[in-house]
């Protein structure tokens, strides 16, 4: 069964960190682009980061430039998302999607595996 899990959300004030992990089963990780999504209440969902697998370029939404990093371990079929310099408007459901393509789609339509979400939560 090809399966994407999510894990390390939870409730952090605001400027502390989390890292959130993307676990795969059933399929390598490395060969594809790997995003994180998220979704707060009544918002639409929105692209954060993306690391492809191509050749490794990480693109980032401006909200989370220069606070957030994603990075792989392969040999535990793992991504990580790392969180610093938290904000309130963080709060969401984060998830992960895998790309076949490795190209990093902008459209979350584009890719074929997601997890199931995590929640994050900011307080001020």
């Known amino acids: 069964q090809l399966q994407l899990v999510e894990s390390g959300g939870g409730l952090v004030q605001s400027g502390g960190s989390l890292r959130l992990s993307c676990a795969a089963s059933?399929?390598?990780?490395?060969?594809?682009?790997i995003g994180w999504f998220r979704q707060a209440p009544g918002k639409e969902r929105e692209g954060v980061i993306c690391i492809s697998s191509t050749d490794a370029s990480i693109y980032y939404a401006d909200s989370v430039k220069g606070r957030f990093t994603i990075s792989r371990d392969n040999a535990k079929n793992t991504v990580y998302l790392q969180m610093n310099k938290l904000k309130p408007e963080d709060t969401a459901v984060y998830y992960c999607?895998?790309?076949?393509?490795?190209?990093?789609?902008?459209?979350?339509?584009?890719?074929?595996?997601w997890g199931q979400g995590t929640q994050v939560t900011v307080s001020s």
């Open positions: 999607a895998a790309d076949v393509t490795g190209s990093c789609p902008v459209g979350g339509y584009e890719y074929d595996y």
């Open positions: 059933g399929f390598t990780l490395d060969y594809y682009a």
